[in-house]
């Protein structure tokens, strides 16, 4: 009887591969644990990935860039990254291509305090933006300065260490920071709810895909359904943050304790939103379209000053993607 039950439940896929039978996996994230991560830990504490037959590691890294290189390089299965710096990369010869979307909105963003606030483009001019050097918002910058007549020679980009990005500002050491708008929580907990200044990109012609997930081309090639398993379960991960972000925090703090719940749960909960969209309804969470890919692609193109161009065809594939749907 026991061993019907074993096999019943093994069938319908409820029960997880041997831990001997598990294919590792890691996952380069793009910063250190925020709420546009809490999808993943959901995945790992629901056993999502093990029943899958995946074993999954999650490693920071310090902006799109570094993640970016961990991926092309076989230092981790596949990455979060901005599209726009996966895109730039192609350039430079990386094998890596977008295999699926997180934010189906694009969340670029410049955050100012309100003694000092940024509310135009063309504002940022004699003004300093801190950001690390890898950061995927610094890399589009040119694009964005170009797209909004921006002089470039009037704004100066400081180095910072990811972690540092809200001290930065909060200490007013920079006059702005690159960041995501869900990251607006993280600022507001130093500096006071109101005191933060968002400016939007997508509010200024700028809407294009954003936060992705990438794998390299040795990934694609040599375990491509593993690389299928881990996207189905990461969106399954992301389904049920939309359904119950309460659950998924708690979720989230119990797998890293040292996040702050209140200031972590509303930046998850920005992050949604990005997600809310009629695109992930019709298609399933992580779909990509091929024309506002493809529209992206030319924004990099036209305005990063690329060492060669870049095709759409060779950024990105949905060939990995499994049908999870919204909530």
């Given amino acids: 009887m026991l061993k019907k039950l074993i096999a019943t439940a093994a069938?319908?896929?409820?029960?997880?591969?041997?831990?001997?039978?598990?294919?590792?996996?890691?996952?380069?994230?793009?910063?250190?644990?925020?709420?546009?991560?809490?999808?993943?830990?959901?995945?790992?504490d629901k056993g999502y990935f093990s029943a899958e037959g995946l074993d999954v590691t999650l490693e920071n890294s310090k902006g799109s860039g570094d993640s970016i290189a961990k991926v092309d390089t076989g230092g981790?299965?596949?990455?979060?990254?901005?599209?726009?710096?996966?895109?730039?990369?192609?350039a430079r010869g990386t094998t890596i291509k977008v295999v699926g979307m997180v934010f189906d909105k694009t969340p670029l963003n410049i955050f100012s305090s309100k003694d000092n606030p940024v509310t135009s483009?063309?504002?940022?001019?004699?003004?300093?933006?801190?950001?690390?050097?890898?950061?995927g918002q610094r890399q589009m910058w040119p694009a964005f300065a170009k797209a909004n007549n921006i002089d470039d020679s009037k704004v100066t980009w400081v180095n910072i260490e990811p972690t540092a990005k809200v001290a930065a500002l909060a200490e007013k050491r920079v006059d702005t920071v690159a960041d995501y708008t869900?990251?607006?929580?993280?600022?507001e907990k130093p500096m006071g709810v109101g005191n933060v200044v968002a400016m939007p990109w997508a509010d200024h012609g700028f809407d294009m895909y954003s936060m992705s997930i990438m794998a390299s081309e040795k990934?694609?090639?040599?375990?491509?359904e593993?690389?299928?398993?881990?996207?189905?379960?990461?969106?399954?991960?992301?389904?049920?943050?939309?359904?119950?972000?309460?659950?998924?925090l708690a979720i989230f703090k119990k797998r890293v304790p040292e996040i702050d719940e209140v200031t972590i749960g509303a930046n998850m909960k920005l992050g949604i939103k990005l997600l809310e969209t009629d695109r992930y309804r019709q298609h399933g969470i992580g779909w990509i379209e091929e024309a506002?890919?493809?529209?992206?692609?030319?924004?990099?193109?036209?305005?990063?000053?690329?060492?060669?161009?870049?095709?759409?065809?060779?950024?990105?594939?949905?060939?990995?993607?499994?049908?999870?749907?919204?909530?």
């Fill in 292 to 327: 506002k890919m493809c529209n992206s692609v030319d924004l990099v193109n036209t305005y990063m000053g690329l060492p060669k161009k870049v095709e759409c065809k060779d950024v990105f594939t949905t060939d990995f993607l499994t049908k999870v749907d919204m909530p």
């Fill in 182 to 187: 869900t990251g607006l929580p993280l600022y």
């Fill in 121 to 135: 483009p063309k504002q940022l001019e004699g003004k300093t933006i801190g950001a690390p050097a890898n950061d």
């Fill in 11 to 44: 069938l319908a896929g409820f029960m997880a591969a041997p831990a001997s039978a598990q294919e590792k996996f890691k996952l380069a994230l793009n910063w250190f644990p925020v709420g546009d991560h809490a999808a993943y830990w959901v995945a790992l």
């Fill in 226 to 248: 593993v690389l299928k398993k881990f996207l189905k379960a990461a969106y399954m991960g992301w389904r049920d943050v939309i359904a119950n972000p309460d659950e998924a």
């Fill in 219 to 224: 990934t694609m090639t040599e375990r491509p």
């Fill in 76 to 90: 981790a299965d596949a990455g979060l990254a901005d599209s726009a710096v996966v895109i730039a990369s192609k």
